[in-house]
């Protein structure tokens, strides 16, 4: 089993840039697709970033994932940050034994 | 238009076996490469990944839950149930369920609204 490890919260103010992070502990960042999800209080998850880097339609350009096999972390990018954009966002990738897990979620706040 | 729906008690008490039953619309689980998941969510926690179900019947579970987890589906009703042996307190969450189709994107693309199960005598 492995885990995903994200900052518990990170803020910025509207019209800048954030990332918010995701190590993976054990096994490749890239042997597996990452993915990321959007959720605001009382709402159930949405997908911003899918595949590590593919956006769902509908999700704005603002939104952009990458990964990094030298730290062995994935990221996801948001820019020119809206008001709207505060909520919790969550990593989630797999293994070769089908074990799913998610990240701890990162608070974002839009200040 | 795809729809997934939860329900289950709201109550359990400790030891008690809880069963959930995810109704869904829109997708049927006997298409190639169609999965279901049960995802939970402890009140002001993270997500945590339960079980997921494929359209060929493949099962997965939670390393850390397997021994109390049964998920299985009535593709004839459309549903995915999920149970849970030996309920305690720290099982208090929204327990979700979400669909997942690879060949469209590997993404959980739709899920219910969740249930909260308490688990309290």
């Known amino acids: 089993n492995f885990m995903l490890t994200q900052p518990h919260s990170v803020s910025e103010s509207p019209g800048k840039t954030v990332t918010i992070s995701c190590t993976r502990s054990s096994g490749s960042i890239a042997s597996n697709f990452v993915q990321w999800y959007q959720q605001r209080p009382g709402s159930s998850p949405t997908t911003v970033i899918y595949?590590?880097?593919?956006?769902p339609s509908g999700v704005p350009d603002r939104f952009s994932g990458s990964i990094d096999s030298s730290s062995n972390s994935a990221s996801l990018t948001i820019s020119g940050l809206k008001t709207e954009d505060e909520a919790d966002y969550y990593c989630?990738?797999?293994?070769?034994?089908?074990?799913?897990?998610f990240g701890g979620g990162t608070k974002l706040t839009v200040l | 238009q795809v729809t997934l729906r939860e329900s289950g008690p709201a109550l359990v008490k400790p030891s008690q076996t809880l069963t959930l039953t995810c109704t869904f619309s829109g997708f049927s689980l006997t298409t190639s490469g169609m999965c279901v998941s049960w995802i939970r969510q402890s009140p002001g926690k993270a997500l945590e990944w339960l079980a997921r179900i494929n359209w060929d019947d493949d099962k997965y579970y939670s390393t850390s839950l397997k021994t109390r987890l049964t998920i299985s589906k009535d593709t004839s009703k459309n549903q995915v149930v999920l149970t849970m042996t030996n309920m305690d307190p720290v099982d208090t969450a929204t327990y979700y369920c979400?669909?997942?189709?690879?060949?469209?994107?590997?993404?959980?693309?739709?899920w219910g609204r969740g249930t909260l199960v308490t688990v309290s005598s």
């Open positions: 979400a669909r997942i189709f690879p060949r469209d994107g590997y993404n959980y693309d739709y």
């Open positions: 989630q990738s797999y293994d070769s034994s089908n074990d799913e897990v």
């Open positions: 595949e590590d880097n593919q956006r």
